[in-house]
Every structure is written in C-alpha cells, then in structure tokens.
C-alpha cells in the first residue's frame, strides 16, 4: 500500500511542535478524513499527560504516528488510560499496522482491574502447580487455589461486561488456555493489552510455570512462589552446611553437574554424591532434582540419550525431549549411549525447564568464551550472580523468554546480581532472538537508564562482538 512507505519514513524523523502538527495533519486527512486533526497545543499536552513518548526536545517520527492514533481513538470516546495502555506496547511497525488497517475498536478498560486478574491468574498457576507436587488432584474444589478461582471470578466478570460468553468456569479449560498466549483466549480487556497479550503461563513443553508466569507473580509480590526461586532457595539452603569459602565451587558443580545431565544413571548421580566437596545436606538436595524413568520413557530395557545434551530421546521418533537442544540441533542429530531403565534417573520438568534447557545455551557461551579468554570466564560465578562472567569486568546473563514484554517488565524490576558488572549483557537465547522483532520489542520495553547501560544481544552476537574485541584488542 503506498501509505506503508510513507509510514515507514517516519521511523528517523525529526522535527519541531509545529512542523509535527502539520505532518499530523496531512495523515489524519488521508487516513481518517472524518476526524479532526490535533492543534499543537493539544499535542504538547498529550506529550505531558504520557500519551506521546519523550527522546529529547523536538518531535519524533514516532510521536507523529502516536498522534494519529489517538486522534482516531479518541473518536470512539475511549479513555486516555485505555489508550495509552494499548499503544505502549506496540512497535512502531505495529503502530503503522493499526493505522493502515484499524483493528475492532477497543473495549473501555480499568489497567489496575486487568493487572490485578492477571496477576491473580499467574500466581493461581504457581499455587496449584505446587499443589500437584504435594500429590493433590486438579479440579477438586477443596484444593483449588484461592488465586486460581478469584482469577477466574475476575475473567467471568469481564466476559459478563462485554457481552462474551464465560469459558473460564472449568479449572481444566483454563490451565489448558495457560499453554497458549492469553490473547488467544483470555476476555477481550485482556487480549488488548499488551502488557500480557503475549504471556504463556504454562510452558507447553514441560507442563510447569513458565518464566513470563513467574514474572506477572512478581507484580504482586508473590516472589515466594515463584519455581525458579524456589529452586534456588533450596539449593542455598543446602549449601549453608558447607564453610563459606567452599560454597562457590559447590554451587558450581551441583549446577554444572544438573546442567549438562538431564538424563543421568545412578552411579553417575551416586559418584556426584560422594564428592568431598559435597555435604549430606547438599547431596540429599538432588532427591529433589532426579526421579526414576518411567516405563513409557523407555524403549523396552532402555531408555536412548541424546549426544549433545544427554537427555532422554523419545521413544520410536528419537527426538531430544530438552526443548532448547531440540531446536538447536534437529538437523543434526546425534544419539549417545542408551542407558537402562532401571538405572535412569530423569530430572523433573521444573529442572528441566529452569535449568537443564536455558544452560545449553549458558554452556555454548561459556565454552566459546572459554576459547577466546582462557581460564578468566567463569560459570555461575558467586553463587549465581550471572551466568557467564569475564573476570570482574564483563557480566552476561542468558534469558529464554517466548515473551519480550515479560522480560522487560523482570529486567525494569531489577537486573539481579548483573548490577554488579561494568559492563553488563543480556544474551537472549538463538530460538527467542531469531523471532522476528523479538530484540526491538525487548529493548522498547526496557527504561530509558536500563536502555543506556545493558547491551541486548542474541548469544551468536555477544560471541560475535567479544570475538571482534578481543581480536583488535
């Protein structure tokens, strides 16, 4: 369409209060002839009241694509609120998108009610993953999480204001939907908002609380809850056993050791276990980790390991069941020595899924820096403080999210021990950064400060540029 490349132009544009006005103008009389262009008094004002995003003192191309949005929707006498919630999160090109083909008008929304459902939702998730743990059943009323039923009371409710019909009563059907984005199935006031359009709660590839699940928890403080954490806190909980000098390498082979073992044998596990620089307390930690192969995992007496990560295959396809290896090497397969079921130990899907899976790409970074810095590059160093670190200087941190917003709102929240580096990177996993415009919508979202001083960088590309550096030295 010709109006596309003229949209697009916009993206480096520069101007006054004036000279934007006009270009506002000229677009809402080829786009929207109906509405009636904003006056450069109002667009000062929607700049002040946030509605227009602020890079310095002129008017930006951006700032001129915003106000063609909001002089159309306010024409549906929507809520500023309601606005600028939904244009926040999109992209320029999607902004572009909405104002070439305008998508079903918006439904009046209260931010703080939405949050608040999805918030109760994700933590619903996490409370009733907990409670299978403990051996519970889905769906018996007594053991249905508080949060889980309020989230769906709320869901029902915003189904009943605009006019849709209420599918979120089944505790079944609604854990079922958390494997999909919630703008595939949550209540219209939902799915239009960007902060949680793209949010999958359940990971559908291990069935437990995704990353973007833990993050929307965090919202509303319910940090305690989230699994990731609590793996974490276990493990330093073991740790406490051992003299402070002797954690680091501990908390170090114990992660190393699950990472590079998805699939392990007893006597594998059984010699970790008697390591020296091991305690009982953090020994017993991996009765946690591991449970034994069930038949179904197996092929006859044996259950069939992967080459490259040594997790089980599944049986007759002989596919690699740890996602990331998966799509890393689907092209080039390779299987390793099967092992037999009754020595197999698996590691549960919350391992897999927060620590077995993002560390092939955290071992792929370490082992390609480890060729370039020598012995300076460090895995996990300090207990965790990142997970790849170039002496003191340099701190990377690889993330896995299927959802960038998710991942901006966790790293706005806090950069974790990453603060601690002078120079700090975000390494975003091969399959997330591959996605299109995966990366511009993760460093949109970040604050402008955070924006400043983190690098966002796929894990080819942070090896790429170190290689580069430390070349020209």
């Known amino acids: 369409m010709e109006f596309l490349i003229n949209l697009a132009e916009y993206g480096h544009w520069k101007g006054t209060p004036q000279e934007a006005c006009r270009e506002v103008a000229i677009l809402v009389n080829q786009l929207f002839p109906s509405v009636v262009a904003p ?3 109002v667009m000062r004002d929607w700049r002040s009241e946030g509605l227009l995003t602020r890079s310095g003192h002129k008017f930006s191309g951006r700032n001129i694509l915003e106000a063609v949005y909001v002089a159309h929707q306010r024409t549906l006498q929507l809520s500023v609120s309601t606005i600028n919630l939904v244009m926040s999160g999109l992209s320029d090109n999607d902004l572009c998108q ?160 699950i990472a590079k073992h998805p699939l392990v044998t007893r006597e594998e596990l059984r010699e970790l276990r008697n390591s020296p620089r091991l305690s009982a307390q953090v020994a017993e930690f991996f009765d946690l980790v591991y449970e034994p192969a069930h038949a179904a995992q197996a092929e006859g007496e044996w259950v069939r390991r ?23 090497h689907h092209l080039h397969p390779l299987e390793g020595v099967a092992v037999p079921t009754k020595q197999a130990l698996l590691a549960r899907p919350e391992i897999r899924k927060y620590w077995c899976d993002p560390a092939q790409e955290e071992l792929r970074l370490y082992n390609g820096l480890r060729t370039l810095f020598g012995d300076t590059v460090q895995l996990y160093p300090h207990q965790d403080r990142c997970d790849v670190a170039i002496g003191d200087d340099i701190g990377i941190d690889v993330k896995d999210y299927q959802d960038p917003v998710s991942l901006a709102r966790k790293l706005n929240h806090s950069l974790g021990g990453l603060r601690l580096y002078p120079r700090k990177i975000l390494a975003v996993a091969t399959r997330r950064a591959g996605q299109a415009q995966y990366l511009d919508r993760l460093r949109e979202q970040l604050l402008p400060p955070l924006r400043r001083t983190l690098q966002v960088l796929s894990v080819d590309q942070v090896l790429k540029i170190l290689k580069e550096e430390q070349r020209h030295g």
């Open 39 to 41: 006056t450069e008094r």
């Open 98 to 257: 909405q104002l070439l083909s305008p998508a079903a008008p918006l439904v009046e929304v209260d931010p703080i009610r939405v949050e608040k459902a999805v918030v109760l939702l994700a933590h619903g998730v996490l409370r009733q993953f907990q409670a299978i743990r403990e051996g519970k059943t889905v769906g018996i009323s007594a053991d249905i999480p508080l949060p889980l039923r309020q989230a769906q009371a709320h869901f029902a409710r915003f189904a009943f204001e605009q006019g849709q019909a209420d599918t979120f009563a089944s505790v079944h059907e609604v854990l079922a939907c958390c494997t999909r984005p919630l703008a595939e199935w949550a209540p219209a006031v939902v799915r239009q908002d960007n902060r949680f359009a793209s949010a999958v709660l359940l990971d559908p590839a291990y069935r437990v609380p995704s990353e973007d699940c833990g993050a929307i928890a965090e919202l509303g403080s319910h940090a305690e809850d989230v699994v990731e954490k609590q793996l974490y806190r276990l493990l330093m909980q073991a740790l406490e056993s051992l003299g402070e000098a002797e954690r680091d390498a501990a908390y170090l082979l114990v992660r190393e050791f």
């Open 306 to 328: 992967c080459g490259h990560c040594n997790s089980n295959l599944l049986p007759a396809k002989g596919t690699c069941t740890l996602a990331s290896c998966h799509e890393m």
